[in-house]
Structure formats: structure tokens, C-alpha cells
């Protein structure tokens, strides 16, 4: 293997060795997962479209990519950056090895740095900006380029999908909104047997409404909630109107549109092991996430919105509900893909309003 190059914004940088695909030079915002196991759902997710991911587990790769467990078919990572991962990978699903599908999906890698220093980085001074090259004999005009590099703001657009489908069944009439929707989300209705019509993020509130759905689902996606305006305004068309349950993203564009506020995390929650209290059970779950914004809790106050699950570790806003309409969200994944299976009966919940079997989540 070749060497590759990791610079920070900060000026900090890290040698490794090359895997996955070849590049010259590839930025990304540098961001790490906490999860043991999942990584190819990890690279899946359209939510790290832009992002470099690093992995906090020290061995990735060891049961290789299948078939079955992609999130999406194209991924939009930008890059990955592991400890050590597993050249020769053992698994009766294998299909190829992280190496060879990262080639194959042009996605580049770096592998043998030391990413527990990294990751204590990102949680000291926050998520930054970074640059994958494969030398650094420039070192001061790299890092000049990556001082100047500012990400596009589109990222919604570019992963969401082009032209609404749908995938038949023959129970409750869902449209799902995709903003860079994970297909665990999908099947989880279609375990359930309703009919699902996927439009694109841009879809407006009349558009839904003619489609005479018994409910909307808001997906997970990418980037800054409040660059997604007009998801924003799709949320406000909608409420009073249709059952509305919202993931991730989709949890954040329901709290703008009832007039709530979000921030950007310092380092965010990526991961499948993040507990959540429910305030109305004194449940708590073992949760998947994976977001860098989140829903400001003293913003709901002058809002129709209360809150109904909090982050055990940092007091983030986990879960909302309208007060007058059958509108509710998570900010976590209930799909759970990866990830524990705690809140799965959420799925149930949202079903149960759209046919009127209970009043509250």
C-alpha cells in the first residue's frame, strides 16, 4: 500500500497507508462513529454525504460488504479512515471486501493512523474540515486550499431521489418523503405491508396531499436542517392535515416549521449505542444515530411542540409532539440499521395514529 495524508484545518495532520480508491486530493468533514459493527450501513448513509467517517473501533472490515445490507445504492461518504481494516475478511454473506467496494464506489480510504488521537481531537475542539492527499510535499499550499474550501450547501438535493416511485403493498397509503432516506426505513413499512409512494425532498404540500395519503413520513438526510426551506415549508402545508411522523432530519424540519430553533453540535452523535429516556415512561432506549444538528431545547417554548425524549449523555432533544395535531419525531433511528432494536415499535405507533387506534405516540 501507498501512503496517504489526512490534514486538518487545524493544521494537524496524520500519515497512513491507501486503500479503497485513488485520489489526488478529497475533502471532507471529519467526523467518527462509535459503532462496533455496521460500517457498511455507516458507508451507505446518505446522511454523511460530505463527510470523512472514522471508525473508533480498531478492526473494520472483518465480515466484508454483502448484498443485503446496503442503505443506499450509491453512497455519498466522501472518505474513511480506520485504524486497521481486514484485508481477508471471513463471512458466508461476503461478497467483497471493504477494500474492493470502496474502489468500486470511488470512495478513498486510509487505514494505520492512529484514531483514537484523532477522535479525541474532534471531541476537543469539534468537527473541522479536512483533506485526504496522497503527498504532502506542499504541505502550506494544501493547507491553504483547505483553508479557502467551503462544502456546497446542497447536499439534500444531491442525495435525495430525482422522480417519485412506489413500492406497492396493500394495507395504509404512506408517502415517504426522501431527503436522503436509508432503505431501512422502507422496509420497515413494507414488513408492515402499506403501500409507499417516495417523492423527492422538494415535493410540495399540495403535491402530498393529491396523492390522498393516510400518512406522511419525514426521512433522515443530510446537512443543516435550515438550508432545507423547502421541506420546511412542506411540513408546515402539511400539519393539521395528515398524521406526520419524522426521523433524524425530518424530526428537525417538523421543529423549524412549528417555529422551534436548531444548532450545530460540536462533534454530534454518531454511533449505536446512545441512550434515550422516554419522559413519559422513564424508558430508556438503547438508540442508532447518526446527526451533527439537533433541535434547541429552550427554543420549544413558544412552540405547540413538547418534548418527550432526551439524551441521557448530553440532554439533546431526542423526541418530539405536537400538542394538538398527530404529528411526532425522533431524533434517532428507529429503523435501527445498525443498531439495537428498542424503538422499533415506533413504526407501530405511527401506524396505529394513521388509522386512528390511539391519540398520542
Not at 490534514?7 to 496524520?14: H, P
Not at 431521489?161 to 426522501?178: A, H
Not at 406526520?244 to 421543529?255: P, S, T, V
Amino acid at each position: 500500500m501507498s501512503k496517504r495524508y489526512l490534514i486538518l484545518e487545524d493544521g494537524s495532520w496524520f500519515e497512513g497507508k491507501a486503500f479503497g480508491a485513488p485520489i489526488t486530493e478529497k475533502f471532507g468533514e471529519v467526523v467518527f462513529n462509535t459503532g462496533m459493527t455496521g460500517y457498511q450501513e455507516t458507508i451507505s448513509d446518505p446522511s454523511y454525504c460530505d463527510q470523512f467517517v472514522v471508525m473508533t473501533y480498531p478492526l473494520i472490515g472483518n465480515y466484508g460488504i454483502n448484498r443485503d445490507d446496503f442503505e443506499t445504492i450509491q453512497p455519498s461518504i466522501s472518505g474513511f479512515i480506520v485504524k486497521e481494516y481486514a484485508e481477508f475478511p471471513s463471512n458466508f454473506r461476503k461478497e467483497w471486501s471493504l477494500d474492493s467496494f470502496l474502489k468500486q464506489k470511488e470512495i478513498p480510504g486510509i487505514a494505520n493512523i492512529d484514531t483514537r488521537r484523532l477522535v479525541k481531537k474532534i471531541r476537543e475542539q469539534g468537527t473541522m474540515k479536512g483533506v485526504m492527499v496522497e503527498s504532502i510535499e506542499d504541505l502550506e499550499a494544501i493547507k491553504a486550499r483547505l483553508n479557502d474550501f467551503t462544502f456546497k450547501r446542497d447536499q439534500v438535493q444531491r442525495v435525495s431521489t430525482v422522480k417519485p416511485y412506489v413500492v406497492p403493498g396493500k394495507s395504509e397509503r404512506i408517502v415517504l418523503v426522501d431527503f436522503g432516506m436509508k432503505h431501512g426505513i422502507l422496509r420497515e413499512f413494507t414488513q408492515r405491508h402499506c403501500h409507499i409512494t417516495v417523492v423527492p425532498y422538494n415535493t410540495s404540500a399540495e403535491e402530498v396531499l393529491q396523492l390522498k395519503p393516510d400518512g406522511v413520513m419525514l426521512s433522515n438526510g443530510p446537512g443543516d436542517p435550515k438550508d432545507v426551506t423547502v421541506g420546511i415549508e412542506l411540513v408546515k402545508g402539511l400539519i393539521g392535515k395528515v398524521p406526520i411522523f419524522g426521523i433524524c432530519l425530518g424530526h428537525q424540519l417538523i421543529a423549524l416549521a412549528c417555529g422551534a430553533d436548531t444548532h450545530k453540535m460540536k462533534f454530534g452523535h454518531r454511533g449505536n449505542n446512545h441512550p434515550v429516556k422516554d419522559l413519559r415512561t422513564g424508558e430508556v432506549w438503547m438508540t442508532s444515530q447518526n446527526h451533527g444538528y439537533a433541535v434547541t431545547q429552550e427554543s420549544l417554548a413558544q412552540t405547540s411542540l413538547k418534548m418527550t425524549q432526551i439524551a441521557l449523555n448530553d440532554d439533546t432533544v431526542e423526541g418530539l409532539e405536537h400538542e394538538l395535531y398527530d404529528v411526532f419525531s425522533v431524533q434517532y433511528h428507529p429503523e435501527s440499521s445498525p443498531g439495537p432494536q428498542d424503538s422499533n415499535q415506533l413504526f407501530d405507533q405511527f401506524l396505529q395514529k394513521v388509522t386512528g387506534g390511539v391519540t398520542h405516540a
